[in-house]
């Protein structure tokens, strides 16, 4: 078998074309390299070098081996960068996101970040604004896609939030009704003119949010169903149980349904992006690198 640290020092003797040069780069004497090459020559049964007043050149045989010594090499170099990629640390990055908010937003800004910074392993956590954004704040997630309803955002300048937000989006609550529906003609509906629809509820938040609208148009909505999914909500549509309140972003697309947006005042979430004040980590460009592209799929049509 012909010994791989054999084959290193013939490499060198190529390179350098002398046994003392070769030497003098392997840190051992010329005495100690004549000694590899005459085992690795006997262990061939051929000789590699020829030796003369001028150094040393190589035989067919050295040739050959000496191909094969720089093949080996390479191969022991892209062998080590592999293994040092696998044992490094790896930069992460945890985003924390709604699930009807994450579906529309975060496939196309992902699939881009991915391709810029492959090196990075991603952590996606579904979670809604009142855990998502304390998430951010202590430092569990870096970045967190989130909503509000009525009233101001969940952090302003200045104020002690820790956070930072983004707004990026309105996404309107509409009307999803059966396509046979008697009011699916109209262009925009009025609460008072729904008042004894049953409703189906894709999110446990609608619910005070749509009785406070339904107060202001003097009606007293009747709740069916309170879901914690928007499309089970419309599935419960398509079957007839009632009509439901869904946001513009997590409509279905079926044949059997339409939606109508609400007369003003109308309920609606906003949308937008939480990142920590406290940017000081070497996750911080990341997070607002990824932040960069969801604004900008947020306003793709």
């Not at 991915?114 to 870096?142: F, K, M, N, Q, Y």
Request: hydrophobic share 45%.
């Amino acid at each position: 078998m012909i010994d791989v640290q054999r084959l290193a020092v013939l490499r060198e003797v190529a390179r350098r074309g002398s046994f003392n040069q070769a030497a003098a780069a392997l840190h051992c004497t010329a005495s100690a390299v004549s000694q590899q090459i005459a085992a690795l020559e006997r262990g061939l049964g051929a000789p590699v070098v020829e030796r003369s007043t001028r150094g040393v050149t190589l035989t067919g045989a050295g040739r050959v081996l000496v191909e094969a010594a720089d093949a080996i090499a390479a191969e022991l170099a892209d062998t080590e960068q592999r293994i040092t990629r696998l044992t490094a640390a790896r930069t992460t990055l945890t985003v924390a996101t709604f699930a009807s908010g994450g579906r529309r937003l975060l496939p196309g800004a992902l699939a881009g970040f991915v391709a810029e910074h492959p090196e990075v392993e991603l952590t996606i956590v579904e979670a809604e604004p009142e855990d998502s954004l304390p998430a951010v704040r202590e430092g569990r997630a870096d970045l967190a896609l989130a909503y509000h309803l009525d009233g101001p955002p969940p952090a302003r300048a200045g104020d002690r939030s820790g956070l930072d937000w983004t707004p990026l989006v309105e996404d309107p609550l509409l009307v999803v009704l059966p396509r046979r529906h008697p009011l699916g003609h109209r262009p925009v509906l009025h609460l008072a003119e729904l008042a004894d629809q049953r409703w189906i509820l894709g999110c446990r938040k609608s619910a005070g949010q749509l009785a406070r609208f339904g107060a202001l148009a003097g009606v007293d909505l009747r709740i069916s169903c309170t879901a914690t999914d928007y499309e089970f909500a419309q599935s419960l549509v398509r079957s007839g149980i009632g009509i439901a309140l869904i946001p513009q972003i997590a409509l279905a697309d079926h044949p059997d349904l339409i939606s109508r947006p609400l007369a003003e005042p109308a309920p609606r979430r906003h949308l937008g992006l939480a990142l920590s004040r406290r940017r000081r980590t070497p996750r911080a460009h990341l997070a607002e690198a990824l932040a960069a592209r969801l604004t900008t799929e947020a306003r793709l049509p």
